[in-house]
């Protein structure tokens, strides 16, 4: 009988052990198992989410700063209304350089585009009266301006009495907005 007494005795806290594993520690773990796969599938949705909004935070900052350079860009080609006065500004910083403007005319063909685009390329004949030197440097001071296209004819001629002067004729091709474009950023 002391045998079974000590049986007994030892298989009731087994027994316990064995209920407490089956009907308390085994669902708790599961339960505890499944709510961490949950728990790492939200970490991993929660990266990919960071992820994208990082992307479009850098795809606004991006379009922001392309906003801002075309409208620096835009603000330094005038209007074709605006474009006489802006002729004006280059004949007047022509003294700096030592040369003389003689004749600044457009050519009208240049001026009356029937295309649709926003950006017209109007060329005019200019004659420039100064030294070799003094030419060049205005001429490379004109390639400076955002609204400089190309220099599409150039000419030198020479005068044996005026000789360290020379008379140049070039068409020069600017570029001038038709007008001047909304840029609203949502």
Not at 4 to 27: A, D, E, G, N, T
Not at 124 to 134: A, E, Q, S
Not at 142 to 151: F, L, S
Not at 154 to 161: D, G, I, M, Q, R
């Amino acid at each position: 009988m002391k045998f079974k007494r000590i049986y007994i005795w030892y298989s009731i806290p087994v027994f316990l052990i064995l209920i407490w594993i089956l009907f308390v520690f085994m669902p708790l773990s599961t339960m505890i198992k499944s709510k961490e796969k949950e728990l790492a599938s939200l970490k991993n949705e929660q990266a990919s989410l960071d992820a994208k909004i990082n992307a479009l935070l850098q795809q606004k900052n991006q379009r922001d700063k392309t906003t801002g350079l075309l409208k620096e860009y835009i603000s330094d080609i005038p209007v074709i209304e605006h474009l006489p006065d802006y002729i004006k500004g280059i004949i007047k910083g022509s003294n700096k350089y030592g040369v003389a403007i003689i004749n600044f005319n457009s050519t009208l063909s240049s001026i009356d585009n029937v295309s649709k685009s926003m950006l017209l390329m109007p060329a005019f004949d200019v004659t420039i009266k100064g030294r070799f030197m003094d030419i060049s440097n205005f001429l490379e001071r004109i390639t400076d301006y955002r609204a400089y296209r190309a220099i599409k004819k150039a000419e030198l001629f020479y005068n044996e009495k005026e000789y360290p002067i020379l008379t140049g004729k070039f068409v020069i091709e600017f570029k001038s907005l038709r007008r001047l474009p909304g840029l609203e950023v949502k």
